[in-house]
């Protein structure tokens, strides 16, 4: 019940914004989502390191405005200056020299998995038929989960990955594929229409498959850490990263089939 009251109040608000923010406006919904998640990773990852924590989350966020450069060189700046920044950090903040680097690999590598995944995002959002290709992501992904999660339960039997994620199923994932398959079929006939049936497949298991990827990704992170959730922020359904685990693979591959491979506008 938590889970329904929550995705209830919350889908219609997230529709709501996207069809109403500008690029800008979507941007800072964006990294607010990639300071809290950022912040999750690193409470489950260097529990013992809160200061450097928080101040690593609000780069990370801030990071995600690189993307409104015009000039290619600035968001290599910004990402140079943050690995500066925080190994300088670590190099004269030592505290235990074992865990030393350990550490600082763990603080870069959430720059790299939430920010930089999540920023294409508004990449996606910046491109013609933006808004259509983000509620597509959503679509894909979460037609995906719900029929993964039903065939799974009804007839899985075959563990895909039982060390990471012990109730995850071959035939759950099949059956995911297959309703990613169907999603992106609806968004076509609904609000999608530029979309060729070549590019439903296509993105539909693309996206599909990485979106279960990044699911399994996070289940990685939380077993290593000893977690069951990456936070409670979402009553019934955990953290933000529980929540975008799978847009996070997803969104940097809608950015590049849009850019690469959509015919649907421009002549290209």
Same mark, same amino acid.
């Given at each position: ?46 529990? =013992?390191?809160?200061?450097? =924590? ?156 990485? =979106? ?51 015919? =649907?506008?421009?002549?290209?």
């Amino acid at each position: 019940m938590k889970r329904l009251a929550t995705a209830a109040v919350l889908l219609p608000l997230v529709i709501i914004f996207i069809l109403k923010s500008s690029p800008f406006q979507f941007a800072l919904l964006v990294a607010l989502l990639a300071l809290l998640g950022l912040d999750e990773f690193y409470r489950m990852t260097l529990p =013992g390191r809160r200061g450097e =924590g928080w101040l690593a989350a609000i780069c990370g966020a801030a990071s995600v405005f690189t993307v409104f450069a015009t000039n290619p060189i600035l968001p290599l700046f910004a990402l140079t200056g943050l690995v500066l920044l925080f190994t300088l950090i670590a190099l004269f903040r030592l505290q235990d020299i074992k865990q030393a680097a350990p550490d600082i690999a763990l603080v870069l590598m959430g720059f790299l998995y939430v920010p930089l995944l999540l920023s294409h995002l508004v990449l996606v959002r910046m491109q013609p038929h933006g808004v259509a290709w983000l509620f597509l992501i959503m679509v894909i992904v979460m037609a995906g989960d719900s029929a993964a999660y039903y065939v799974g339960s009804t007839i899985g039997k075959h563990r895909i990955y039982p060390a990471v994620s012990p109730k995850k199923s071959v035939e759950g994932s099949i059956g995911g594929l297959a309703g990613s398959i169907i999603g992106a079929l609806i968004a076509r006939a609904t609000f999608f229409p530029e979309l060729a049936i070549a590019d439903c497949v296509a993105t539909a298991l693309i996206f599909g498959v990485l =979106g279960q990827l990044g699911d399994l990704f996070e289940s990685l992170i939380k077993r290593s850490c000893g977690v069951k959730d990456s936070g409670v922020i979402f009553p019934g359904h955990g953290g933000v990263l529980d929540r975008l685990d799978s847009i996070l693979f997803a969104a940097p591959a809608a950015f590049y089939y849009s850019w690469f491979f959509f015919k =649907g506008c421009c002549g290209g």
